[in-house]
């Protein structure tokens, strides 16, 4: 047996970082604070090239937040993270982030809100193209294009002319999906995109949902829809208080969770 000379240790790699990874997101000991209010506190997670991931837990565990700091709409104070090989490390609130980078990570992300978040001056296609032709300068006429088909791709192309107020909420979030993927994302991220809808309209919008899934596109999804996280999720993190309580396979964390907690919490709501 050969012995070790130097004394030194060979770490084991960590996560792979940079273009060849075959992650698309890496987050790693990611803290957010709101004032003294701990609400991340050390959260590690990991998605593969065009996996699903669904994140569950109570209301208040920190889910719309963790969403909310992979795309910077909010500012972690701590970790590490790193999205389609752009890496940001965050060192409290004085270190301020290359802006360059924020806007290239926004760029590769693209998130769907609860609550559709569509401009309401603008019609359906204004709103697809808004982003595509105002931030990344991309033509009328191209943006245009992809918007189509696009609108197309969740069944409301024929409605593109019509302002958001007119439509059903379950039409409303399927323009949210459209504008999502006009701006060509590598990772989506859906914050409770059926929390809103009346029942009747929940399904529409989880059957285009599940085509994306199927397209192979990378997705980390907070839901509160047990059933279809556990159909199209490639992996499940349930969140208790600000930390990854249980990550598995959607076999492992609902038929089998380890954690008393996420037991209990299956229990009330499946
Ligand atoms: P979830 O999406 O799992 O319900 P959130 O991430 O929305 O949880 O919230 C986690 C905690 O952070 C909650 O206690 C919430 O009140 C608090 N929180 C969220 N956003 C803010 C904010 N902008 N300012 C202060 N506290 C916030
Ligand atoms: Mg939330």
């Known amino acids: 047996m050969q012995q070790e000379t130097n004394g030194q240790q060979v770490r084991p790699t960590d996560l792979p970082s940079g273009a060849d990874s075959d992650l698309a997101v890496s987050v790693s000991g990611l803290e957010k604070s709101y004032d003294r209010l701990k609400v991340l506190k050390g959260i590690d997670f990991a998605a593969g090239r065009g996996s699903v991931s669904s994140i569950i837990g109570a209301s208040g565990s920190g889910k719309s937040t963790l969403l909310r700091c992979m795309n910077l ?13 752009e890496e940001i490390r965050f060192h409290g609130a004085g270190r301020s982030i290359d802006p360059r980078q924020v806007s290239r990570l926004r760029r590769r992300v693209a998130m769907v809100f609860q609550q559709f978040a569509l401009w309401p001056h603008l019609t359906v296609l204004g709103n697809v193209v808004e982003v595509p032709v105002h931030v990344q300068g991309i033509s009328r006429k191209e943006a245009t294009e992809k918007a189509m088909a696009y609108l197309e791709r969740v069944g409301m192309a024929a409605k593109a002319d019509e302002y958001p107020n007119f439509l059903s909420g379950g039409q409303q979030q399927r323009v949210g999906i459209a504008r999502a993927l006009a ?27 599940r085509g994306l899934a199927e397209e192979g596109r990378t997705m980390i999804l907070v839901t509160h829809e047990m059933r279809f996280a556990r159909d199209v999720s490639s992996q499940v ?30 229990s009330h709501v499946m």
């Open 73 to 85: 709409l909010e500012r972690p104070q701590a970790g590490k993270l790193e999205i389609a090989g």
């Open 183 to 209: 701006t060509d994302p590598e990772v989506l991220l859906f914050d409770e995109p059926t929390s809103a809808l009346d029942p009747e309209l929940v399904g529409e919008v989880l059957a285009v949902i």
């Open 237 to 266: 993190a349930f969140l208790h208080q600000g930390q990854v309580e249980e990550i598995g396979t959607p076999e492992q964390v609902f038929e089998n969770p380890r954690s008393e907690r996420c037991q209990q919490f299956l």
